[in-house]
């Protein structure tokens, strides 16, 4: 956590940032119905900073907002200001804060916990029942988020960064923290292996991680042949494998990518994609079929192997909340290994329980991340200092996107539900720099 509090009784501005004042928000107040309006902010209060918010990412679930009105089971009721990957600069400074100077330049952890319950007591402060996280309709009234101009944020929860650090790197501390978090709960040991379903932001993420945490071969898979050749080629992981799509019925469409090619070629093994026409018996045995050609991609040579050692990786991170992979998942890994859900999707799935069940595969959950912000800006200040091991990928370089100004809101929203631009160049991280 942050600075400690102190008795200083006035706040600090930077001139014009006294007195109650007017911003612009970027406002969802129905599907689709994102409006730029007017509020008042006030002075920071006693233990907060007021910050001129620079970058927002956009989130999976922001874009599930944006489309829906709701996220999973979580249905807004109110207008609410979406964005909760962010950072900005301290423009005024409350009472009972130190360690902060007007201009300093912040990231922000955006969940607020009680800090009294037992569960916060003991460090897992993600799981408080009363935590208010921005840009979510869990709590009412909902805490905003913050597509707004300025914000007053506890200071508690902002963490100064190094001058080499941009803004956007800073703003996807906050997926990088979910990867973290993920990774310290799967505990892989040095020279393990691992699965990573799902090249979104957190797949990518979470894949740097697991090789940053030891893994020797980390396979990341998706539909979406750029992101895996993405992934592949800026070294996020070790090989890539090409889902095929619903509609297909068969893996000529299909492709792998090596670390040491950075080349696409077809699989000749058939797998039959899993569709919603097919019976769940067969959903079962098409993700079987995938689970055997993911395995097959990062296998070690035979003279390697010995006769009765079990097919499977060590874990298997599910970053993309789709039943589908959840089956894929634990048929790819091995007995004894885990399987870490990730991404948050079908609330309800059914699934083959019994193949954990008798092969002892530990299904983990995580929700969201604690205690991981300051780690994750240790990481990016010892980035290109390893030579010869494994050095996390740019985080700037994952911005594929930039729209400037809270009015340019809705077009990034549009373009972050996407994988390609109009121009047909990859869709990774939309961000929106006020």
Partial sequence: MAPSATSEDAPMQLPGFSKPSTISASVLHGPRDLRLETRTITEPGPGELQIAVNTTGICGSDVSYYKKFANGDLCACMPLSLGHESSGTVVSIGPMVSGFAIGDRVALEVGIPCGQCSICRKGRYNLCKKMRFRSSAKSVPHFQGTLQERINHPAAWCYKLPEHVSFAAAALLEPLSVALHAVNRALPAPGSSALVLGAGTVGLLTAAMARQSGCSVVTI?????????????????????????????????????????????????????????????????????????????????????????????????????????MHTALYATRPGGKVIMVGMGTPIQTLPLSVAHLREIDILGIFRYSNTYATAIRMLCSQNSAPGGFNLPSLDDMVTHRFKGLASAKGAFELASRTSDNDGNLVLKVVIET
């Avoid at 889902?243 to 699989?267: C, K, M």
């Fill in 221 to 325: 898979t998706d539909v979406d042949a750029g992101r895996v050749n993405y992934a592949v080629s800026k070294g996020f992981a070790t090989h890539g494998y090409v889902v095929p799509r619903s509609l297909h019925t068969s893996s000529s469409s299909s492709s792998i990518f090596t670390a040491s090619s950075g080349a696409s070629t077809p699989l000749d093994s058939g797998a039959t994609s899993p569709a919603s026409s097919l019976s769940f018996h067969g959903q079962l045995d098409s993700a079987k079929l995938l689970a055997a050609e993911m395995i097959a991609l990062s296998k070690p040579p035979p003279s390697l192997i010995s006769e009765d050692e079990d097919e499977g990786v060590d874990v298997t991170f599910e970053c993309t909340g789709k039943e589908v992979c």
